[in-house]
């Protein structure tokens, strides 16, 4: 609905006859502002317009849900599920809240059971999807979704938001693998390789929702700390992931490569 004035709304702001105007072509607009609101658009009135509360809202005290969700398939309209999310809330440099849950499922492929450690034990006496979606969209609020590959994870749980009767999300979103890929030289950006390079979360559990969460947001935090100045919004710092140049690979990948042959050669030998 929003996508021709998304534009606007993360920069300089819409006046409020043309914001209304243009939803007046979708029904009664201040029905529809409460609804977009509920579904996590950050939107906010300032100085006589429209604009996303992220276009004028520092990074220091933006409010950032750093999420990660295990789930039983990768394919939502086919019925895959969650079966477990785990996320923090991030604001003004400190963890404000946290939320973890399993969710209620009665099949799980034996690859996910033996990749995440979670079995049927866990989620058969989990609460239901539908209290978990709406409990998460209650903590999740107008934050700035965050995950480690967030196309995945806010299509999936939008998804799942549908599958229990709520509206699909609308929160801005942002991917630290992409941040990563723009302030951090690294050969590879996966979660479980970059904890290993730059010592994230020490006792993480890898394939595990809120051990991800916890550990995307410590990279998150490195990554925020080599930002440039220019970028001081939180809309800023959701077009810096997007469109800033990636960061080259260090030059000494053939030596790592040449490194790990030598470490195999030595375990063969042994």
Request: neutral net charge; hydrophobic residues 40%; charged residues 30%.
């Amino acid at each position: 609905m929003l996508s021709k004035l998304d534009t606007a709304l993360s920069q300089q702001g819409i006046t409020k006859e043309r914001f209304y105007k243009a939803l007046d072509k979708f029904g009664e607009s201040g029905l529809l502002i409460e609804l977009l609101r509920a579904q996590g658009l950050p939107l906010h009135e300032h100085q006589g317009k429209f604009i996303y509360k992220t276009a004028i809202q520092s990074i220091a005290h933006g409010k950032f849900c750093i999420m990660d969700i295990e789930t039983n398939g990768s394919k939502p309209l086919r019925g895959d599920t969650i079966i477990e999310l785990g996320a923090v809330m991030y604001q003004d440099g400190h963890i404000i809240d946290t939320f973890e849950s399993f969710v209620w499922c009665d099949k799980i492929p034996y690859v996910i059971s033996e990749l995440t450690g979670i079995s049927l034990e866990n989620t058969l006496n989990a609460p239901s999807l539908k209290k978990v979606m709406y409990d998460f969209k209650h903590f999740l609020g107008d934050a700035v979704f965050v995950a480690h590959d967030v196309r995945f994870d806010y299509k999936f749980t939008s998804a799942m938001m549908e599958r229990v009767g709520l509206e699909p999300l609308a929160n801005r979103k942002l991917c630290t693998f992409e941040l990563a890929q723009r302030t951090i030289p690294s050969h590879r950006y996966g979660l479980k390789y970059l904890n290993e390079i730059l010592h994230l979360h020490h006792e993480a559990d890898h394939h595990r929702a809120l051990s991800d969460a916890i550990t995307a947001l410590e990279l998150m935090k490195i990554s925020l700390k080599k930002l440039p100045k220019r970028v001081s919004t939180v809309e800023d710092l959701i077009r810096f992931s997007k469109e800033a140049a990636r960061i080259p690979k260090p030059l000494n990948e053939n030596i790592e490569k040449e490194s790990e042959e030598k470490e195999k050669n030595l375990e063969n030998r042994a």
